[in-house]
């Protein structure tokens, strides 16, 4: 017992494996099962290949969103820090892409080099085999998942924020429109360790919270990664650009509320 606890534990190197290798085990089972009462042996050969397709296009997505999201950071100019948002949201669209559409790719190069004819009577012989039309069924969920989740990743692009010599530079979500927000204008500056729900519950989520006098309020955790410590580089950079507040009002010093639960 004292083994299991160890491997479930946080602190376990290869957890994350251990869970994919236990959902693997539950469902492959589940699937070599459906494919010999049907007697579809040999769709068993064709699914690695239909996967590895989906694999290549959730790798190529997700790198085009990536790439996609840091040029419109990097069109601001020269910027001494960039705040991207959460790794996890360009997986998204990647994963359910990958998914819904993988089977489709694969039938369309297979078209390319034999025939959409050939295609077509595979499919038909596949749908009255299997009992129902998995084709049609994959097209209806790239139609109601695949493309509002895409949709709504294509809106996150221009989400970020850039850190100038002078002030910040806000992309926001679903326009092309930038917010400058100059140094000379913030009157506070603070540092906090997380937040606190309703129910008192306190959650983890290190940022920067910068005040402006015409009411806004920029935080480095708004779209990034939930961390425990905030970004040395820039808290540092902020120190730094310190010099650009004005010397009156509010903001005196580096604050760090006690956010932390006793």
């Given at each position: 017992m004292d083994t299991l606890r160890e491997i479930?534990?946080?602190?376990?190197?290869?957890?994350?494996?251990?869970?994919?290798?236990?959902?693997?085990?539950?469902?492959?089972?589940?699937?070599?099962?459906?494919?010999?009462?049907?007697?579809?042996?040999?769709?068993?050969?064709?699914?690695?290949?239909?996967?590895?397709?989906?694999?290549?296009?959730?790798?190529?997505?997700?790198?085009?969103?990536?790439?996609?999201?840091?040029?419109?950071?990097?069109?601001?100019?020269?910027?001494?820090?960039?705040?991207?948002?959460?790794?996890?949201?360009?997986?998204?669209?990647?994963?359910?892409?990958?998914?819904?559409?993988?089977?489709?790719?694969?039938?369309?190069?297979?078209?390319?080099?034999?025939?959409?004819?050939?295609?077509?009577?595979?499919i038909d012989w596949t749908s009255e085999r299997a009992g129902y039309d998995s084709t049609r069924a994959l097209r209806w969920m790239t139609l109601f998942i695949a493309m509002p989740v895409g949709v709504a990743t294509v809106l996150a692009l221009p989400m970020h924020s850039a850190l100038r010599d002078n002030d910040i530079v806000v992309g926001h979500y679903a326009t092309l429109a930038r917010q400058s927000l100059p140094y000379s204008h913030a009157r506070r500056l603070v540092l906090v360790d997380g937040f606190r729900d309703r129910s008192g519950k306190f959650s983890a989520r290190a940022g920067v919270i910068v005040d402006f006098d015409n009411g806004l309020r920029w935080s480095s955790s708004d779209i990034g990664d939930f961390k425990s410590e905030v970004d040395p580089a820039l808290a540092e950079l902020l120190q730094q650009r310190d010099r650009h507040f004005p010397a009156t009002g509010v903001h005196a010093a580096l604050v760090r509320p006690h956010l932390r639960p006793e």
């Amino acid at each position: 017992m004292d083994t299991l606890r160890e491997i479930l534990s946080p602190d376990f190197l290869l957890r994350n494996s251990i869970y994919i290798s236990l959902l693997v085990g539950l469902v492959c089972p589940l699937v070599g099962v459906y494919l010999t009462l049907r007697r579809l042996i040999f769709m068993g050969v064709a699914l690695p290949q239909v996967s590895s397709c989906g694999i290549a296009f959730a790798f190529s997505v997700h790198w085009a969103l990536v790439a996609t999201n840091r040029y419109f950071a990097e069109a601001d100019g020269r910027a001494t820090f960039l705040v991207l948002p959460s790794s996890a949201i360009w997986w998204l669209f990647p994963g359910f892409g990958a998914l819904c559409l993988s089977w489709e790719i694969t039938l369309f190069l297979w078209s390319l080099f034999s025939g959409r004819g050939r295609v077509t009577r595979f499919i038909d012989w596949t749908s009255e085999r299997a009992g129902y039309d998995s084709t049609r069924a994959l097209r209806w969920m790239t139609l109601f998942i695949a493309m509002p989740v895409g949709v709504a990743t294509v809106l996150a692009l221009p989400m970020h924020s850039a850190l100038r010599d002078n002030d910040i530079v806000v992309g926001h979500y679903a326009t092309l429109a930038r917010q400058s927000l100059p140094y000379s204008h913030a009157r506070r500056l603070v540092l906090v360790d997380g937040f606190r729900d309703r129910s008192g519950k306190f959650s983890a989520r290190a940022g920067v919270i910068v005040d402006f006098d015409n009411g806004l309020r920029w935080s480095s955790s708004d779209i990034g990664d939930f961390k425990s410590e905030v970004d040395p580089a820039l808290a540092e950079l902020l120190q730094q650009r310190d010099r650009h507040f004005p010397a009156t009002g509010v903001h005196a010093a580096l604050v760090r509320p006690h956010l932390r639960p006793e």
